[in-house]
């Protein structure tokens, strides 16, 4: 199955860096946050994180109580940084493909991934391997782009506006179409994988896990009213969290 490393290529990844450092995002207005509310106790817990990134989420468990992190990420560039910024004795980070966690030899109490499954063909075959290198009850925390923001492939306008060019809805294009959508993100032919929202449950129900909590983030209307352009996710989330069990 085919994987892209598109976070090596050095205009996307000095944009994305550029996006993450600003104070004023929508990972910062209400990503993180919805991250945190539903992160487990970490207190004394091996955790590995898959597309751990620069590395920063990976400090913040050890913050957190974490006895161990293992962060894989398939972009070296992003490594770099995190090894860079964020190194640790309790923190080790891999040059890895998620599909290919089934080659690790260990146990976790939990696994997350902030904002990578989406990059991934073989969710299945990642979200199987989850379970196996969970230990019993440990639980598997993740957040991708959300299914109504997956199924565009960047043709037309992604909104529909009214005559003074307000946004009135996003258009979205073959929801029950799961494929691989190649979209415009800070450079061209960006891979995502659009799969539908009961695809992204139901492969974790009926590979053993039971969902605990499912988020779809929204900013407060305080915020919107001091940031108008986050007003778009009133009409479409962005994110999808999904906090799940091994039972
Ligand atoms: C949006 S960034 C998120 C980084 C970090 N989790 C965070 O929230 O700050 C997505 C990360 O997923 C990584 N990624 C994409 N496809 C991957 C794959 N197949 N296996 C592992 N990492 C992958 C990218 O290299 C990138 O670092």
Same mark, same amino acid.
């Given at each position: 199955?085919?994987?892209?490393?598109?976070?090596?290529?050095?205009?996307?990844?000095?944009?994305?860096?550029?996006?993450?450092?600003?104070?004023?995002?929508?990972?910062?207005?209400?990503?993180?946050?919805t991250l945190?509310?539903l992160m487990p106790?970490?207190?004394?817990?091996?955790v590995l994180?898959l597309?751990?990134?620069?590395?920063?989420?990976?400090?913040?468990?050890?913050?957190?109580?974490?006895?161990?992190?293992?962060?894989?990420?398939?972009?070296?560039?992003?490594?770099?940084?995190?090894?860079?910024?964020?190194?640790?004795?309790?923190?080790?980070?891999?040059?890895?493909?998620?599909? @290919?966690?089934?080659?690790? %030899? &260990?146990?976790f109490d939990v696994v997350i991934s902030s !904002?990578?499954l989406?990059? $991934? /063909?073989?969710y299945e075959?990642v979200v199987k391997n989850v379970y196996r290198l969970l230990s019993d009850g440990g639980i598997f925390l993740f957040s991708q782009?959300?299914?109504?923001?997956?199924?565009?492939?960047?043709?037309? @306008?992604?909104?529909?506006? %009214? &005559?003074?060019?307000?946004?009135?809805?996003?258009? !979205?294009?073959?929801?029950? $179409? /799961?494929?691989?959508?190649?979209?415009?993100?800070?450079?061209?032919?960006?891979?995502?994988?659009?799969r539908?929202f009961s695809t992204v449950i139901n492969t974790l129900t009926e590979a053993g896990f039971r969902i605990v909590k499912i988020a779809e983030?929204?900013?407060?209307?305080?915020?919107?009213?001091?940031?108008?352009?986050?007003?778009?996710?009133?009409?479409?989330?962005?994110?999808l969290f999904v906090k799940s069990q091994k039972t």
């Amino acid at each position: 199955m085919s994987k892209q490393n598109i976070y090596d290529n050095e205009a996307f990844f000095e944009e994305y860096m550029k996006l993450r450092s600003r104070e004023v995002n929508a990972n910062n207005l209400f990503e993180l946050p919805t991250l945190y509310s539903l992160m487990p106790d970490l207190e004394g817990k091996k955790v590995l994180d898959l597309g751990c990134g620069s590395g920063e989420r990976c400090m913040e468990y050890i913050q957190h109580g974490a006895s161990k992190v293992v962060g894989i990420d398939i972009s070296e560039k992003m490594l770099e940084a995190a090894k860079k910024n964020y190194s640790d004795p309790k923190i080790t980070y891999m040059n890895m493909p998620m599909e @290919d966690i089934g080659n690790i %030899d &260990e146990t976790f109490d939990v696994v997350i991934s902030s !904002l990578a499954l989406h990059y $991934v /063909e073989d969710y299945e075959g990642v979200v199987k391997n989850v379970y196996r290198l969970l230990s019993d009850g440990g639980i598997f925390l993740f957040s991708q782009e959300h299914p109504v923001n997956t199924c565009y492939s960047g043709k037309g @306008d992604r909104w529909t506006r %009214d &005559e003074n060019g307000r946004k009135i809805h996003a258009n !979205l294009e073959n929801y029950c $179409v /799961e494929n691989r959508y190649d979209s415009k993100w800070f450079v061209e032919g960006v891979q995502r994988y659009h799969r539908m929202f009961s695809t992204v449950i139901n492969t974790l129900t009926e590979a053993g896990f039971r969902i605990v909590k499912i988020a779809e983030p929204y900013p407060t209307k305080e915020l919107v009213d001091k940031y108008p352009e986050y007003y778009d996710n009133f009409h479409k989330p962005d994110f999808l969290f999904v906090k799940s069990q091994k039972t």
